[in-house]
């Protein structure tokens, strides 16, 4: 694990974050654009375009891309119904997903331990206001549990859910030998959100 990782992981600066967040935003507002553009045209033209504040607080900036994915979500559920509004979304933003984590693995220096993966992952989810604690559970896998989430007094359920994909790609960015998946989430009424991360062949974090 490189320095510059380890020191990010425990504070990151601002610019960065704002960084991060931009392309973050960018990307999976697009896709989502795209998708309502494909499967519900007749809502391109209710939808409020979506340019992402040039400045403002951390939160103002989270709230107008969680507001800007809302809408979008809402619109494709209104036009093909939640589950397959969800399951479009979900298989578009797994795969930006993919690509961010894999442009952060680089940028980041993420080595193969599963101790760079966590670190990366502090310094993404620092991005959306999200804390974790990672616990081990059996052989290659872990526990990530999610005490507050930014996002989530502003997602509705199947909001939540279409995005979670996002993060899931992103783990397996960082680290091709990742997976994640959700199994509980704040938006949906639980305590916490909680995902089961497995790593083949994996460190201990």
Do not use: K, Q
């Not at 800007?68 to 036009?79: D, F, K, P, V, Y």
Request: some cysteine; hydrophobic content about 45%; glycine content about 10%.
């Amino acid at each position: 694990m490189g320095l510059g990782l380890r020191l990010l992981s425990v504070w990151t600066p601002r610019g960065l974050l704002l960084r991060e967040l931009a392309v973050l935003d960018g990307r999976t507002t697009r896709a989502l654009d795209g998708l309502v553009a494909t499967h519900a045209p007749a809502a391109v033209a209710t939808l409020a375009p979506h340019a992402p504040p040039s400045s403002g607080s951390l939160e103002e900036r989270r709230d107008a891309m969680a507001t800007a994915h809302e809408a979008r979500i809402a619109a494709l559920t209104a036009a093909v119904g939640r589950e397959r509004a969800v399951n479009l979304a979900r298989v578009e933003l797994f795969r930006v997903g993919l690509e961010v984590g894999g442009e952060a693995r680089a940028r980041l220096g993420v080595g193969d331990s599963a101790e760079d993966l966590v670190r990366a992952a502090r310094v993404l989810y620092r991005v959306l206001g999200i804390d974790f604690r990672v616990e081990r559970h059996g052989a290659g896998g872990w526990v990530m549990r999610v005490d507050r989430c930014a996002l989530a007094r502003r997602y509705s359920d199947a909001t939540c859910l279409a995005l979670s994909a996002t993060d899931e790609g992103v783990v397996r960015g960082l680290d091709p030998r990742a997976s994640m998946a959700f199994e509980e989430r704040l938006a949906a009424g639980a305590p916490a959100c909680v995902a089961r991360i497995h790593l083949r062949e994996a460190d201990r974090p």
